[in-house]
C-alpha cells in the first residue's frame, strides 16, 4: 500500500500516529514519517486526518469525500470503520439485547437456529486478555499487560456461540448473524471483529470455561462494542472487486 503524507497540509495532530493498529505512523523531526514494513492497508491514517493530508493509493481525500449514495444503508457500508478507541462507559443491556433478538430474523442453515450469544464485560475481558494474547504470540502477554491489544478498550464483547458437533454451515449462521447485527449497531456505537479471542476461544478449554460457555458449545465469532471515542473524517476507497460472469 501506498501511503503519502503532505507535510504542507499536516498539522502533526498524530491522529493518523494513535489510532495506526499497526504502528506504521510516527512523528519523526517535526513530521510525520510513515513505514511500510507492517502496514495492513486498512486506511486508518487516511480516513481519521482532519485535514485530508495523507494520500492512499494515490487516492485524495476529496475524492474518498466525493463517494455518496441516497441510501442510508450503502452510506454506513461505505464509511464502516472497525474502531480500537471506546469510552469506557459500559452499554446499557436493554440496547445489547435489542441489537441481538434482530438476529432471529437472519438467515439459519435448514432453519436450524443453533447460535446463542454470550456478552461479556471487562471483569471477564481483563481476566483472559493476557491468556489470548499470549495464545497470539507469546511475547504478547506482556503486552496486554500495559496495553489492551486483545479487546481495544471495548466494554463488550458480543460473542455467538454455536454447538461443537454443529456442521460448518451451522457455525457460519453465527458468523452471519454477528454480521447484520454490526449493520444495525446506530452510529455512536463502534465495533471491531475480535479474531483474536475467536481464535483462542476455539482452540483453549479455560478460556471458554472463564467465558462461562456453556458446555459443548464453541465461538463462531466476536464482536467488540461501546460507544465511540472518535470520528473518521471519511471513507477508504477500495479498489473494485474482480467479477467472473457465468452463463
Known sequence: MSVQIIQDECIQCQMCVAECPSQCLSLQDGQIAFSAKSCISCGHCFAICPKGAITLNSFTAAQAEALSSSSPLESKIINRRSIRSFKSDPLP??????????????????????????????????????????????????????????????????????????????KMDGQIAVSELEIALPDEIGSFWCGFLTGAAQKNPDIRKQMNLPEGFTVVASLGVGTKDIQYARPVIRENIPVQWIE
Do not use: C, W, Y
Open 93 to 170: 443491556h436493554t440496547v445489547l439485547n435489542q441489537l441481538i433478538q434482530l438476529t432471529r430474523f437472519a438467515p439459519s442453515a435448514r432453519n436450524t437456529r443453533l447460535t446463542q450469544f454470550v456478552v461479556i464485560g471487562r471483569k471477564t475481558m481483563n481476566q483472559i486478555g493476557e491468556q489470548v494474547a499470549v495464545m497470539i504470540h507469546p511475547k504478547m502477554g506482556a503486552i496486554q499487560k500495559v496495553k489492551d491489544i486483545v479487546f481495544r478498550g471495548a466494554p463488550h464483547v458480543i460473542v455467538a456461540i454455536a454447538p461443537e458437533s454443529a456442521t460448518e454451515m451451522q
